[in-house]
C-alpha cells in the first residue's frame, strides 16, 4: 500500500476520484490532505470522503505531505506554484500533477527546481474507477516513487507509462480526449436508430450496451481488432454494406486528421503554459 501521506491542491473532480479510489482500495483517509480555498466545496468534500484532512491553506497541505497532486486548472498552475515554492522547497514530496498541457519543466521552474514530479493525464472514466492514465517521470524521480505514483493512479484505473514527456500529448490525443470519440459515436448511433424508426430508449440502450459489450470484447481478446472485425463483418452481409460505405469515404484518415489535431493541440496548450508562467 501507499507509504506516508498523499496531498491534493484543488478538490475538484479529478481529486474527489483519486481521493475515493484510495480510501476503497484501503488507504487511511486521515493520510489524505486536500486543500480546497471555497468552504463549500470543503464541506462537500468532507462529507465524500469522511475522515479526510480538508484545509483551507495549500500551504499547510503541502507542508504535511510524502506526495503532492496538483490538480487545479492549467490556467491557474503557475501562480498556485510560485505560491508553493518555499514550502515545498523545504519539504520536498513528490509532484505528480494532473494538469493539462503543462510541462514537467514549467512545474519543476515554478516550484523552485530539482523536484521530483510526475506528470500524468488521466481521463474522464477515472471518475468511475475506470480510467486510463498516462504517466511520464522526469529524472528526479525514483522508482520507489515511481510504484508510488502507480498505485495512486492505478487507484481509478490502468497506468501506461510513457518514456518521453513528449508522449503525453499522444497521450492526450488519444485518451485525454479520447471518451468524446466514443461519445460521438454512441450519439450517432442513437440519432440514426431513431432515423431508422426505434424509440428513444430502445435507440440508447442499443448504442450504449453495444458500445460496453464490444469495449468489453475488445479489453479481453488477445487478437488485433482487424480480426474482431471480421467476424462481424460477414461478406455481403449488413456490417460490410455499413463499413464499405465508411472506407469509400475514408473514414480512418478523417480520424487520423482528428487525433493530430488533437496532439498539436496539445502542444501548443504547452508552448502557451510555456510563455505565460514566464511573464
Request: proline share 4%; net charge negative; hydrophobic share 50%.
Amino acid at each position: 500500500m501507499i507509504n506516508g501521506t498523499v496531498g491534493f491542491i484543488g478538490g475538484g473532480n479529478m481529486t474527489r476520484a483519486i481521493a475515493g479510489g484510495l480510501i476503497s482500495a484501503g488507504f487511511n483517509p486521515s493520510g489524505i490532505l486536500i486543500g480546497e480555498p471555497s468552504a463549500a466545496q470543503r464541506d462537500s468534500l468532507g462529507n465524500d470522503l469522511p475522515g479526510a484532512r480538508i484545509e483551507a491553506d495549500n500551504l499547510a497541505v503541502a507542508a504535511q505531505v510524502n506526495c503532492l497532486v496538483l490538480a487545479v486548472k492549467p490556467q491557474v498552475l503557475a501562480g498556485v506554484c510560485e505560491a508553493l515554492r518555499d514550502v515545498v522547497q523545504k519539504n520536498r514530496p513528490m509532484i505528480i500533477s494532473i494538469a493539462a498541457g503543462v510541462r514537467s519543466e514549467d512545474i519543476d521552474a515554478w516550484l523552485g527546481g530539482n523536484m521530483a514530479i510526475v506528470r500524468v493525464m488521466p481521463n474522464q472514466p477515472a471518475l468511475l474507477r475506470k480510467g486510463v492514465s498516462g504517466m511520464f517521470a522526469n529524472e528526479r524521480v525514483s522508482d520507489s516513487d515511481l510504484a508510488e505514483a502507480d498505485k495512486i493512479m492505478g487507484a481509478v484505473g490502468s497506468v501506461v507509462h510513457v518514456p518521453r514527456e513528449a508522449d503525453i500529448d499522444a497521450v492526450t490525443a488519444i485518451s485525454g480526449s479520447g471518451p468524446a470519440y466514443f461519445y460521438l459515436l454512441i450519439d450517432m448511433l442513437f440519432k440514426s436508430g431513431q432515423d431508422l424508426g426505434l424509440d428513444e430508449v430502445a435507440a440508447a440502450t442499443l448504442a450504449i450496451e453495444t458500445a460496453v459489450g464490444a469495449a468489453a470484447l475488445a479489453s479481453h481478446s488477445v487478437e488485433p481488432m482487424d480480426t474482431l472485425i471480421s467476424r462481424v463483418r460477414s461478406p455481403g452481409g449488413t456490417t460490410a454494406a455499413a463499413l464499405d460505405t465508411l472506407d469509400a469515404n475514408d473514414v480512418r484518415a478523417i480520424f487520423d486528421k482528428a487525433f493530430i489535431a488533437a496532439r498539436d493541440r496539445a502542444v501548443e496548450l504547452a508552448d502557451q503554459a510555456h510563455s505565460a508562467g514566464q511573464d
